[in-house]
């Protein structure tokens, strides 16, 4: 009965790719879906004593109705952008090699597609199908505002209401039964001992809110602190300078430095991205690569921050070039064994990761277009804020891949999200189709109005 409520509920919202007004509440649907998942269905596993794996996918079925849609939209329009033609040729090719190469069961294969690619293609086929004008950034912002909100509120109610026993929280049995399943060779007693540094430094509890582990909310909250400061700077609203200064409070809570990186970063690109000094502009795009050079000499120097979890990061670098190969071992051979995504996905695609990279490239090339035009007067405030926001996030994430895994968690479904939002409702330049009868024609420019 909990399988079909759900997927009652799935088909319906999936229904509403079909009324034009309606699209893009999807794309908040499917906020609120990611933000919520592990919270909701952790829960329900334990207290349910049925499988609920069919209730876990609303992505699935809204990918089959996308891809539904996606068709007979450029069947009906004889026309194919070079974007899209992009994007769908590094997925599929990224997908035949992932699953030709691996030599793991098919379904362990297919969970780590699932986990590594669906959001790279559901997100790009989201904003496919909404036009320009149904782009509603005002609402978008406040259901991101409010929904962080509430997220917070959990978090500083787990904060102040704990009284040293992290067991009680309402993580802990979810996480260590599935500690137990993965490492079967290990007794209970040590997986308790290790789990323990998930939930507890120095005394101290991580705090985590509704996500399953204080890194994830770590790197939501520095995220969002971004957000929120570059908003505070277009409302000029002192309500939002004072929910900065109370995200920033909410990172400290998870006792994680990544967000407070995040955060150092973020700024300084928000800063350089709007400045005038083309120089100090273009510096915005190689600062990922410098910090993440600086970064590794500050750990093989013995900076006063390292600690083991920094020098084990070199340690699996080390293995990755030992083992480098150039098909590398496919899909779900490396799933969730390494902290940096870029020594997963070297491992997993070999050089076919370059796939990826050239991803990010397009990806960021089209937002800084798309940005230099919007920074023009006359412009919409809104939409070259949320411009920028994706540039900021999408450049950030670049450094936070090297040190962090992050698939499969609310931030990295966000990191192909909202640029893509950006990029692909939001560029105006002109791109040139080909027409399925192999006569070229010329694409309509994305519209310009938006909410």
Known sequence: M?????????FTSSFLLFFRKSRFVLVLLVLLYLLLYDFIFLQ????????????????????????LAVTFKHIKKQTIGI???QVFAIFLSLSVIGIFISSVPLSEALKDLRILLLPMILSFLLVSVIQAKEIKFKLLINAYIFLAILIMAFGFY?????????????????????????????SPELVAHLLANQFIRNGELRVASIFISALDYSLFLGFFSIFIINYFFVRKNLLYLILFFLTVFALYTTNVR?????????????YSLSSRVRLLYKFSFILPILTIAFSFMYIILGGFLNDASSIGRLDQYSYLFKNLSVLGSGLGSYTARFDSFYIYIFLTFGTATLLFLYFFYIVISRLA???????????????????????????????????????????????????????????????????????????????HQYE
Do not use: C
């Not at 909990?2 to 799935?10: E, G, K, Q, S």
């Not at 329900?44 to 891809?67: G, H, M, Q, R, Y």
């Not at 209401?161 to 260590?176: C, I, M, S, V």
């Open 2 to 10: 909990t399988n079909l409520i759900f997927l009652t509920v799935y």
């Open 44 to 67: 329900l596993e334990d207290w349910l004593a049925i499988d609920i794996t069919l209730s876990k996918t609303f992505l699935e079925v809204l990918l089959i109705f996308l891809l």
């Open 83 to 85: 974007f899209d033609i």
């Open 158 to 186: 787990e904060f102040f209401t704990f009284d040293g026993d992290y067991t009680k929280t309402w993580r802990y049995e979810q996480l260590l039964e599935l500690k137990l399943e993965q490492n079967p060779e290990q």
């Open 258 to 270: 990544t967000g407070f990186i995040i955060l150092i970063l973020g700024l300084f690109l928000s």
């Open 369 to 447: 277009r798309s940005y230099s035009q919007l920074k023009k007067p006359g412009s919409n405030p809104l939409a070259r804020f949320f411009v920028k926001f994706s540039l900021v996030y999408i450049l950030v994430m670049l450094y936070v891949f090297t040190f962090q895994h992050t698939a499969g968690s609310v931030n990295y479904f966000l990191f192909y999200l909202f640029p893509l939002i950006s990029s692909v409702s939001i560029y105006k330049t002109q791109h040139q189709g080909k027409k399925l009868t192999s006569k070229y024609l010329e694409l309509q420019s994305f519209g």
